[in-house]
């Protein structure tokens, strides 16, 4: 048998456990046995146990259990937090995925980016074809230059049956113009499993695009915000035309060197042509005049011997504007040729920058000088040499090349 005190085994017949010192009590049965040990366990444990205080010595102390059995108080306010926080990031988790995965969000994110003025998420919307002044860059300094309204709120949502069968369309307001946004929903997911919808394109009745007329000149590069101009390789005349953004723009020149009466000018393709708005300066003026009285000598020299234009290449923009050109600024004579001797001094009365005589001349035709004067030599007649004199009366248009001004066409007046 067992000692019902401590649980060590007692031989059969002994009146004392040899552990704990109980006495042992005669076996009657087994059932009366085990109440015997349930009792007396019962009483030497109510006797070891300390009395609590408002608290019965006989009383048997509730019971705890459940989700929290063996947490102390602070752990289970600590795992009711933590419980509670996840519950929040949950229901936040699923409230975010909803509120992202709808086609009016993709719709509100184009209008706040919009007015954001994130030109980088806009630009690639609206599937432009690109060119040297109608892509992202472009778009992002001419929005920034011009004033732009901003956009209401999107409305409409509908379903359409058109060019964008199946996709969402709403529309957003800015002044007079509207902004149709298609939207579609994306084959990627939000937050792993959320439908995703995103702008596929957009419309902008405000966004146009203008053909602008830009000028050509060797060794000067015209650069719009900042974007040098390409010069088309088939490009025969002086000018070329080029399509940007409409609205509001700046041009700079590299290589000008004093050239035009400002470093800059803004124009609007609205209401004015780039080759209106700029102009040549004094400085420029004045080189351009100095130039072609350093050429009259040759050119005068050229008419009276009857030499041809051919020595007279060099100052004109090409051959083929010397061959046309070459003595045009001097008067017919009836006496020239080789015999002609004697030259005199070119003696010139105005060689001066002028008004162009029409106003459809831009800069990009150069600067316009005129020019009188005469030149004094002696030629044969007869057995005799006379004095004759050759008159100087035109006006040049004169063409800065590579640093140098130079002749392109020639008038006689």
């Known amino acids: 048998m067992f000692c019902p005190k401590c649980g060590s085994e007692v031989k059969d017949g002994d009146m ?5 010192g109980m006495r042992m009590e005669p076996l009657e049965s087994e059932n009366q046995q085990t ?3 349930k009792t007396a366990d019962q009483n030497e444990t109510q006797k070891s146990r300390p009395v609590q205080p408002n608290q019965a010595p006989n009383k048997a102390p509730a019971k705890s259990g459940g989700l929290f059995k063996g947490f102390s108080s602070k752990a289970k306010k600590i795992v009711i937090a933590e419980v509670a926080v996840l519950v929040v990031l949950i229901a936040a988790f699923f409230y975010i995925g909803n509120s992202k995965s709808s086609p009016e969000a993709a719709a509100n994110q184009f209008v706040k980016d919009y007015n954001n003025k994130k030109w980088s998420n806009i630009y690639d919307k609206f599937n432009l074809s690109e060119d040297t002044f109608i892509n992202e860059e472009a778009f992002e300094k001419t929005m920034d230059q011009n004033e732009t309204k901003t956009l209401s709120t999107p409305t409409g949502g509908y379903v359409n049956y058109g060019t964008y069968a199946g996709q969402y369309v709403y529309q957003a307001k800015k002044g007079s113009d ?18 995703k919808y995103e702008v596929t394109s957009a419309t902008d009745t405000g966004l146009a695009t203008e053909s602008v007329k830009l000028f050509t000149m060797p060794g000067v590069t015209l650069k719009i915000d900042g974007i040098a101009a390409k010069v088309p390789e088939d490009t025969s005349e002086n000018t070329y035309n080029v399509t940007m953004f409409a609205g509001k723009h700046k041009l700079t020149f590299s290589g000008a060197d004093g050239l035009f009466d400002q470093d ?10 780039p080759l209106n708005v700029v ?61 002609a001797k004697s030259l005199g001094s070119v003696k010139l009365t105005k060689c001066q920058a002028t008004s162009s005589d029409s106003s459809y001349n831009t800069v990009a035709d150069g600067v316009f000088v005129a020019v009188s004067g005469s030149r004094d030599y002696k030629y044969k007649i007869w057995d005799r040499y006379e004095t004759q004199t050759l008159k100087i009366s035109g006006v040049a248009r004169m063409i800065r090349k590579n640093g140098k001004w130079l002749i392109d066409t020639a008038s006689y007046y």
Request: charged share 25%.
């Open 178 to 195: 509207e902004v149709e946004i298609h939207i579609a929903k994306s084959a990627k997911k939000n937050f792993l499993f959320f439908d």
């Open 16 to 20: 004392f456990c040899g552990e704990c």
């Open 35 to 37: 109440e015997s040990q």
């Open 264 to 273: 800059s000018y803004t124009f609007n393709t609205n209401d004015d042509n």
């Open 279 to 339: 102009q040549y300066s004094g400085t420029a003026k004045t080189k351009a005049a100095k130039a072609l009285k350093s050429y009259m000598p040759e050119i005068t020299e050229a008419k009276i011997k009857d030499k041809g234009n051919a020595g007279l290449t060099s100052y004109f923009t090409s051959t083929e504007a010397a061959e046309n050109y070459g003595v045009r600024l001097c008067d017919s004579i009836w006496y020239y040729g080789s015999d």
